[in-house]
């Protein structure tokens, strides 16, 4: 089959998932944005910047590759540039009213542009609101003749003021919404949470599909490498960061803004620390304007957190392979990674009900789920997950490597091939 990635930046995963597509055999082409294309962002005479604005035309270049050598064909455009713009004005005003980010009309005509240059037998809109809504208005005025898989990664979908997270429903964006859900062939969430509010806004259930987003680029072997040296690992990285060889490790890893919910860890830690002195907090990412603001005051002197920073690459699994548990009291995640990262090195997770992860952490007993913005809830889960020794329970550590392993990469394209070209013959079906 041929196959439209729409925005495969939008979440990291989807570029894997576009390149083991084209291993098995399919042909996958790319639209995807470039505000550098053209030089335009960076021209510095006002002769060049109008030259680039009063284009036909967006900037745009067709490409063999997506990344070098990969054979991914690419429509790379500049959505600064270009008179087309000024012919979708009125419809990008009017939504630009709407949480909706971006211009949406002018959108619709460059998806429209890529359905013209590719051809292909369903289009896959990577980022639900962003690129789903331009193409399920196409679909709908009949410019789409492809079938159509729209994806929610969980911030274009949730609405979580208190978290400052998703997409405010307003009477455009609930519109919006509408269009995607009755002219989608089908909608790919990636969580069962996901799913739930899909429903809840009027998608019928028989044509919701979840499907995970996947672990990315490590490798099995490495990861059950490190699994394997996971005591070795632990007393590494407490030298490094002058940790006792027998002090109960958590960790929390994130962006460290407020929907990641550390300030509910934060609430519930000097009670943590008063019944177990002993309690350690590897707090983990990298800090921000609402880090600082917000959350430091809360730690105030708190005794038993070291922060590690900004973590990459392998180290990243290292220090989740490292701890004892994974406290992770996000406010609003579509699916929340991480936790299946530091189960792929056998380490559980303390999550809330309000991460899409919650479902594989149940469904595999790979840790506890709490409530959301609940500090005695997250208190008490920590407290008993010690206290009834889940940390020397060796058959958890396997638990979380088998619910990791459902989300490789390799796993999850084969279980997306089956959704696409279910998508196709369902399009072909509504077309007789």
């Known amino acids: 089959m041929k196959i439209l990635f729409c925005h495969p930046k939008a979440w990291g995963d989807e570029y894997l998932m576009a390149q083991q597509l084209a291993r098995r055999g399919h042909q996958v082409c790319v639209l995807q944005e470039d505000r550098q294309l053209d030089g335009a962002r960076f021209a510095h005479g006002w002769w060049q910047k109008l030259r680039s604005a009063l284009r036909l035309h967006a900037a745009r270049k067709l490409s063999p590759d997506f990344r070098p050598g990969d054979g991914l064909q690419t429509l790379w455009f500049n959505p600064a540039s270009g008179l087309e713009k000024l012919l979708t004005l009125p419809l990008d005003r009017l939504v630009r009213r709407s949480p909706y980010r971006g211009n949406i009309g002018h959108r619709m005509w460059l998806i429209h542009a890529a359905l013209l240059q590719f051809q292909p037998d369903v289009v896959i809109a990577c980022e639900g609101f962003s690129y789903g809504a331009p193409a399920a208005l196409l679909k709908r005025l009949g410019l789409m003749q492809s079938a159509l898989v729209v994806q929610f990664i969980g911030g274009d979908l949730v609405d979580e003021p208190r978290a400052e997270c998703g997409v405010r429903r307003t009477p455009v964006s609930r519109w919006l919404y509408q ?249 072909r079906h509504s077309r007789q």
């Not at 000097?270 to 309690?279: G, M, N, S, W």
């Not at 105030?300 to 180290?315: K, P, S, V």
Request: aromatic share 6%; glycine share 6%; hydrophobic share 45%.
């Open 179 to 427: 269009q995607i859900h009755q002219s989608a062939t089908l909608l790919k969430p990636v969580s069962p949470m996901l799913g739930e509010i899909l429903r809840s806004e009027g998608a019928t259930a028989d044509r919701i599909r979840v499907l995970p987003s996947n672990l990315g680029e490590f490798v099995p072997q490495t990861l059950a490498l490190l699994t394997k040296d996971r005591a070795a690992i632990s007393q590494e990285i407490r030298v490094r960061y002058d940790i006792a060889a027998d002090a109960p490790l958590i960790i929390s890893l994130s962006n460290n803004q407020k929907g990641k919910g550390l300030q509910i860890l934060a609430q519930a830690w000097p009670a943590l620390q008063a019944a177990h002195p002993d309690y350690h907090w590897l707090l983990a990412g990298p800090t921000n304007d609402w880090f600082e603001r917000e959350l430091r005051p809360l730690l105030g002197a708190a005794q038993g957190i070291t922060f590690t920073g900004r973590l990459y690459g392998e180290d990243v699994f290292r220090h989740l392979a490292a701890a004892d548990v994974l406290v992770n009291p996000t406010l609003a995640d579509g699916l929340n990674l991480v936790s299946v990262e530091a189960a792929s090195v056998g380490t559980p997770s303390i999550v809330t009900d309000k991460a899409g992860v919650a479902h594989w952490i149940t469904q595999h007993a790979a840790g506890r789920v709490i409530p959301a913005h609940d500090p005695l809830a997250l208190r008490e889960a920590v407290m008993q997950f010690f206290e009834q020794r889940d940390h020397t329970d060796h058959s958890i550590h396997t638990r979380c490597q088998t619910l990791a392993a459902g989300f490789q990469v390799d796993v999850l394209a084969i279980q997306l091939e089956q959704v696409l070209a279910e998508a196709i013959a369902i399009h």
